[in-house]
Nanobody, 122 residues
Framework: VQLQASGGGLVQAGGSLTLSCAASGSIFSNNGMGWYRQAPGKQRELVAT???????NYADSVKGRFTISRDYVKNTVYLQMSSLKPEDTAVYYC?????????????????WGQGTLVTVSS
């Protein structure tokens, strides 16, 4: 089971970027996906999550600018980012709460993607 993130890059302040993250493997069910980020010298922080039963959750710093969405068929989560600021510069990681099948058994598994770099220039 793995998460493959893509869509990062360099963008000017005020610009837009969309990240995507696809989960693949022996997935029995998907309880939720989300995005976190880690800026240089800082701790990893929540950006946005979309989880079954609890809906969407955004960091205050991105409310109104970022939108998280999911394609339930493709097990893919998206993060549409607009009005980007230099302080949004970070490595963005996707996360998923999955139930996976292993050897005929099911178990819960939290999975992290490899991270994708977003750089916002001023």
């Amino acid at each position: 089971v793995q998460l493959q993130a893509s869509g990062g890059g360099l963008v000017q302040a005020g610009g837009s970027l969309t990240l995507s993250c696809a989960a693949s493997g022996s997935i029995f069910s998907n309880n939720g996906m989300g995005w976190y980020r880690q800026a240089p010298g800082k701790q990893r922080e929540l950006v946005a999550t979309l989880r079954s039963g609890s809906g969407t959750n955004y960091a205050d710093s991105v409310k109104g600018r970022f939108t998280i969405s999911r394609d339930y068929v493709k097990n893919t989560v998206y993060l549409q980012m607009s009005s980007l600021k230099p302080e949004d510069t970070a490595v963005y990681y996707c996360n998923a709460d999955l139930v996976v099948t292993t050897g005929g058994h099911v178990r819960s598994l939290e999975v992290w993607g490899q991270g994708t770099l977003v750089t916002v220039s001023s």
